[in-house]
């Protein structure tokens, strides 16, 4: 399997939410990599993209601040998403490594916040 940046051959992929983002990525490149390209199950897919498209649920985007129970919020993400790397690993164990980074948007929010005051 390629990585469609076509420079390299695809050995690495990193599970990693962003907004507007397809949640797979390559490992090497850093290029978002489409879902329909990497062969998963479908139904794994479909929870993947629910996943992705929950990305930033805990950020007030209007207000630019983090939502009162934000932190959990991110967490849970971060816990679907640990869930949902090892189920993708099962999948293509053989094909390809697979590594999970979690998202930390609420950490910069609360930095900001101390740093308001
Ligand atoms: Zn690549």
Redesign the pocket.
Known sequence: MD?F?G??Q?EEIKIEADMGAEPIW?Q????NLELVDVPLSPSLKNKLNEWALSYGKWIDWKEDKLKPNGMKMEDEHNKIGESLTVKVKEELQDVLNVSFSPTKIADIYIKKAEGAN
């Open positions: 990585c940046c420079l390299n695809l390559c090497k490149c850093g290029a």
